[in-house]
């Protein structure tokens, strides 16, 4: 069974970092896509960003490019989340997600069809 466990959440203040881990367990397969999602209150999840196991092929959403990266560490099973220069508009609990590849990384995301998802965690970015 596939487990996803985050961490790292937590408060910071505007422009400030934090770096999410989601640590993946129960892969059958060695290519999967991992992304980060995060939903804020009264408003619908968005696909933040996401990674490809196979190939490494990212998407970003357009409110976090430049400011967030997305990177992997398949031997540990672990995809992190670099989040700089925060903004109070990043707050929200987010979730990482997992399924095996099909349609291209960036379809994936924007879609959210995922079929296996963590528990969430929180990041609050307020002074």
């Known amino acids: 069974q596939v487990q996803l466990v985050e961490s790292g959440g937590g408060l910071v203040q505007p422009g400030g970092s934090l770096r999410l881990s989601c640590a993946a367990s129960g892969f059958t397969s060695d290519y999967y896509v991992i992304g980060w999602f995060r939903q804020a209150p009264g408003k619908e999840r968005e696909g933040v960003s996401c990674?490809?196991?196979?190939?490494?092929?990212?998407y970003y959403a357009d409110s976090v490019k430049g400011r967030f990266t997305i990177s992997r560490d398949n031997a540990k099973n672990t995809v992190y989340l670099q989040m700089t220069t925060l903004e109070s508009e990043d707050t929200a609990v987010y979730y990482c997600a997992a399924d095996p590849p099909g349609v291209p990384v960036q379809a994936m995301c924007v879609k959210g069809e995922f079929d296996y998802w963590g528990q969430g965690t929180q990041v609050t970015v307020s002074s």
């Open positions: 990674i490809s196991s196979s190939d490494g092929s990212t």
